[in-house]
Every structure is written in structure tokens, then in C-alpha cells.
């Protein structure tokens, strides 16, 4: 996902790399930032993920994402938190399905919530354009392997390069 503060382009990709389609009905994204946790988007019974695809969900002001991607509202309660913070995916059941947490250098605990193994960590003052699954599709249950923050230009619905 992309977070360069402060402007609303900030997005959330979806992948999945399973054989069979996902049913996102009913699931949530369910944010964590400084002001505390929030339910960011709620998928409704025609959203799902074909075998292989991607989904973008993003800020309704962000310009640059695909046709037919989905969209939160600006003016919620915040947008991804920068300093520190988590995502999780809850199923229809409120099961996580997936999560992550990331912090700048080891200040803040994101929330044992919304961390896998070890949060992900960034120097202060670091240009950062992207947190992505590295390589693509991972997914260890470690954050901080699976996830990597780089500066290399985001692919909303694409294989991360």
C-alpha cells in the first residue's frame, strides 16, 4: 500500500493467490492508527477477488488507481497512520484473515492485533513511497519479512516489482 503523507492517496491492495475466486462479502479492513482503531471499508456481496487478480481499495480523492478499484471515504477519522500503525483483514465471521503493523524504528507498538511475528520498521526522515509484499505474494506470517517499505513507484493491481 501507498502512504505519503499527507496527501489522500493512500490505497490498500488485495491479492489473491489462491485457484479459486474469494467472496468478500461482508469482510472489513479494519484500520489502526494514533487516534486509535476504525472500520475502514466494509465489502458488499458483489465484491470478490478472481483466481490470480487483484483488488485496489483506496482514498475516494486518490487519482491514480485502476478502473473498478474500490473507494473509502476521505473524510473518515484518518487515513493510514504513518508513524505507526495496522491493517487487518476480518472475514464475514470477524476471523483475521490477514494482518500488518509497521512502526517508525521501535517508538510505538502497533497493537499485538495487528502484527504477525515482528512489525515492520522504518527509519525516521526515510522517503517512503510503498509498503508491499515482498516478494510478491508472500506471506510467512512474519511481517517483517514479508513486508518490505520501498521507494520504488507503486502498481495499484499489479504484481509488486
Known amino acids: 500500500f501507498f502512504f505519503p503523507p499527507p496527501t489522500p492517496r493512500e490505497y490498500i491492495e488485495l491479492h489473491n493467490a489462491g485457484t479459486c475466486a474469494v467472496s468478500l462479502n461482508n469482510w472489513r479492513i479494519v484500520t489502526r492508527t494514533g487516534v486509535g482503531p476504525f ?9 470478490s477477488i478472481a483466481p490470480g487478480g487483484y483488488l485496489v481499495v483506496a482514498d475516494s480523492a486518490h487519482p491514480n488507481v485502476p478502473i473498478g478499484s474500490l473507494r473509502w471515504m476521505s473524510n473518515i477519522a484518518g487515513y493510514l497512520g504513518n508513524a505507526v500503525g495496522g491493517l487487518r483483514l476480518l472475514d464475514h465471521t470477524g476471523a483475521v484473515v490477514d494482518r500488518v503493523g509497521w512502526a517508525e524504528g521501535a517508538m510505538v507498538d502497533p497493537g499485538a492485533e495487528y502484527v504477525e511475528g515482528s512489525w515492520v520498521t522504518y527509519l525516521p526522515g526515510r522517503a517512503v513511497l510503498t509498503l508491499a509484499r515482498s516478494p510478491n505474494g508472500q506471506d510467512t506470517n512474519r511481517n517483517n519479512v514479508d513486508f518490505v517499505f520501498s521507494t520504488t513507484v507503486p502498481s495499484p493491481g499489479a504484481r509488486n516489482m
Open 39 to 47: 472500520d475502514l471499508f466494509t465489502f458488499g456481496p458483489a465484491h
